[in-house]
């Protein structure tokens, strides 16, 4: 398997936090606080609040890529290719569920 990743840039070690555990917090809170929202949207009581609920979840979700694409950066997030056969065998399982759902 195949690994799409950039140099792992250092950062101390200890209990004291450190670059990478602040922004793996932060990324963590943002997705959490994205789910929150997409159930937020589709629960909203009227047009206004659906709107304004949409607002926040996009720039959240802004705010989460930039997050990830800064950790990716840094080397604390790395990219696997997947093998030709793994992802047919997805899309076989994938198509038959929907298969079984329309029946």
Do not use: C
Not at 87 to 97: A, G, P, V, W
């Amino acid at each position: 398997m195949k690994e799409i990743k950039n140099p792992e840039k250092e950062v101390s070690k200890g209990i004291n936090l450190n670059e990478k555990d602040y922004l793996t917090s932060l990324l963590t809170t943002l997705k959490d606080m994205e789910k929150n929202y997409v159930i937020a949207m589709t629960e909203a009581s009227n047009e206004h609040l659906y709107n304004v609920n949409k607002e926040v979840f996009l720039k959240l979700a802004e705010m989460g890529r930039k997050v990830y694409e800064l950790m990716f950066q840094n080397g604390w997030y790395k990219l696997e290719t997947a093998e030709k056969e793994k992802i047919n065998t997805k899309y076989q399982t994938l198509t038959k569920e929907l298969s079984d759902l329309k029946n």
